[in-house]
């Protein structure tokens, strides 16, 4: 029979989000040793699974790569906008997208890929931006969403982890998310109402909490 610090290193390892929150010390020793004994280790006692969890924890803080992830995670802060519209284009539109930039201003972000354009602007101009483009320019339009943008220092370009450290916050927390783009140090996640304030909360309680 396997020991019990093999047991739970298996397990751990087949869990990311436990096993990154263990990375970057923002996890709960005793929680987490709970939980591996109610679903997988009865027959262990809550103290042994619990100095098995730290073991790993201490293994899994050697990389050097989740050293350069906390202290982009230090100076990160979190900025909430809300009122948001997103339209998704046809990618072979020929509209004059620069032209309709300059009539709305800067409240105004464009995303190209192989399949469609993503413009990204204030609620308030969604009826201009309608008659601009025009509805058969339009995949789709979606309104009252928002946009919750993760602000990090510029060593954020280098630290490989980050995006997937908070998609997966999202996803286990069941938030999907409605479209994604970074520019330069910014990460932006475009949410849907209803689960923006929920997403804000997670990520504010992490960046809050001491790394």
């Known amino acids: 029979m396997k020991s019990i610090a093999k047991q739970v290193a298996r ?27 109610k679903e997988h280790l009865q027959k262990a006692s809550l103290e042994a699974v ?20 906390k202290e982009i995670l230090h100076g990160t802060r979190i900025v909430l906008k809300s009122d948001v519209c997103v339209l ?24 190209r890929s192989t399949n469609a354009i993503t413009i990204i602007s204030g609620q308030e101009h969604s009826e201009q931006l309608l008659k601009l483009i025009g509805k058969q320019n339009i995949i789709r339009f979606l309104k009252n969403h928002y946009l919750l943008t993760l602000q990090s220092p510029e060593g954020i370009e280098t630290a490989p982890g980050f995006v997937a450290f908070f998609s997966e ?30 997403a804000y909360s997670l990520f504010d309680r992490v960046l809050g909490q001491k790394l």
């Open 11 to 37: 397990l751990l390892d087949a869990d990311p989000y436990i096993k990154q929150s263990l990375k970057l010390g923002v996890a709960n020793y005793s929680a987490i040793a709970k939980k591996l004994r």
């Open 50 to 69: 619990k100095a098995a969890v730290r073991r790993y924890s201490i293994g899994e803080e050697s990389f050097d790569y989740i050293r350069d992830l």
């Open 88 to 111: 998704l284009l046809f990618p072979d539109t020929s509209l004059d997208l620069d032209k309709i930039t300059k009539k709305i201003g800067k409240d105004f972000s464009i995303v």
């Open 169 to 198: 916050i999202l996803a286990r927390n069941g938030i999907n998310i409605r479209e994604y783009y970074s520019c330069y140090t910014d990460t932006v996640f475009v949410l849907a109402k209803k689960d923006a304030l929920k």
